[in-house]
């Protein structure tokens, strides 16, 4: 098991789409498994493969507070089930300290394929629903702020490159980062 590093906005690599996953082996178990480690970790509910620059469509998710839900989801497709929208006040790893409220379909129907590759279906509502579509999101190249106004998004990206940069000055070992998000729009 391991800790994989998250990436932060605005880094470019978050903007990448997803491919779909076609080989079903131990490496795949083994990314969901690290995966699920850097989400407990962090501590997340959520936590998409585009997250840790693994640019295929897996998302792990556990809604549970004794995390002992692990929830895996690859090559899903979300369907709106209602035109209703709920506001939540969501968060995201890869924006850290940043809640905000965005709408989304109330009800939505997940259909997607387990670790062993065997489909199966769903109907989500609440926190389950608002998460698959946030990660889902993710899988697609975009980001909960996405959804906020245009001073609001680039406020949060001054927030985030001021923290980039206190983190690199305690840290130098993480300027990787800093570089690739420095002159990225
Ligand atoms: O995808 C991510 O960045 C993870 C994100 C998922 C999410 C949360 C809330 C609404 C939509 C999507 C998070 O997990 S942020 C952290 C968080 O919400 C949380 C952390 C610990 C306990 C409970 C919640
Ligand atoms: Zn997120």
Redesign the pocket.
């Known amino acids: 098991m391991a800790l994989l590093p998250i990436l932060s906005f605005p880094d470019p690599r978050l903007r990448t789409k997803a491919r779909p996953v076609t080989v079903f082996d131990a490496a795949l178990r083994q990314l969901a498994n690290d995966m699920f480690e850097t989400?407990y970790a962090?501590?997340?509910?959520?936590?998409?493969a585009s997250?840790v620059d693994q640019h295929i469509q897996l998302i792990v998710m556990d809604l549970t507070?004794d995390k002992n839900q692990p929830q895996v989801f690859i090559n899903p497709v979300v369907t709106p089930l209602t035109e209703d929208c709920v506001p939540?006040?969501?968060?995201?790893?890869?924006?850290p300290e940043v809640f905000d409220k965005?709408d989304r379909p109330s009800r939505v129907r997940i259909d997607a394929l387990d670790l062993d590759g065997t489909p199966f279906s769903l109907e989500a509502d609440g926190?389950l629903a608002?998460?698959i579509q946030?990660?889902m999101d993710?899988l697609d190249g975009k980001l909960?702020v996405d959804y906020l106004s245009p001073l609001k998004k680039q406020r949060i990206r001054e927030k985030m490159q001021k923290r980039e940069r206190q983190l690199s000055r305690q840290k130098p070992a993480a300027t990787e980062n800093t570089r690739r998000s420095a002159s990225s729009p």
């Open positions: 989400m962090a501590p997340g509910i959520g936590l998409a997250q507070e939540y006040e969501e968060g995201c790893l890869s924006v965005v926190l608002v998460c946030h990660e993710h909960f």
